[in-house]
Nanobody, 123 residues
């Protein structure tokens, strides 16, 4: 059974940093591109960042470019999202997702999802 478990969320002041982790099990992690998405109440899930299977290719939403960094450790079956210079508009539930293909922006390209971790940025 595939499991993706996010951790590292919490409450932080504007300008602060958080590092999210997503531990994967039940799949061949290195065969999957990984993505981070976020969602706020009443809105659709929004693409944040994605990384290729080997970690050599990344993609970011314009809203987080230069502030967030996605990385992965295939030996640990874990993908990370380093979030710096956080803004109140970054407040959301953050989800990691696995895609048995190339990194993708569209949520419906992803095969497996975690349960999410709450990130709250206070002003």
């Amino acid at each position: 059974q595939v499991q993706l478990v996010e951790s590292g969320g919490g409450l932080v002041q504007a300008g602060g940093s958080l590092r999210l982790s997503c531990a994967a099990s039940g799949l061949t992690f290195s065969s999957y591109a990984m993505g981070w998405f976020r969602q706020t109440p009443g809105k659709e899930r929004e693409f944040v960042a994605a990384i290729s299977r080997g970690g050599f290719s990344t993609d970011y939403a314009d809203s987080v470019k230069g502030r967030f960094a996605i990385s992965r450790d295939n030996a640990k079956n874990t993908v990370y999202l380093q979030m710096n210079s956080l803004k109140p508009e970054d407040t959301a539930v953050y989800y990691c997702a696995a895609n048995l293909d190339l990194p993708a922006v569209a949520a419906d390209h992803y095969d497996h999802w975690g349960q999410g971790t709450q990130v709250t940025v206070s002003s």
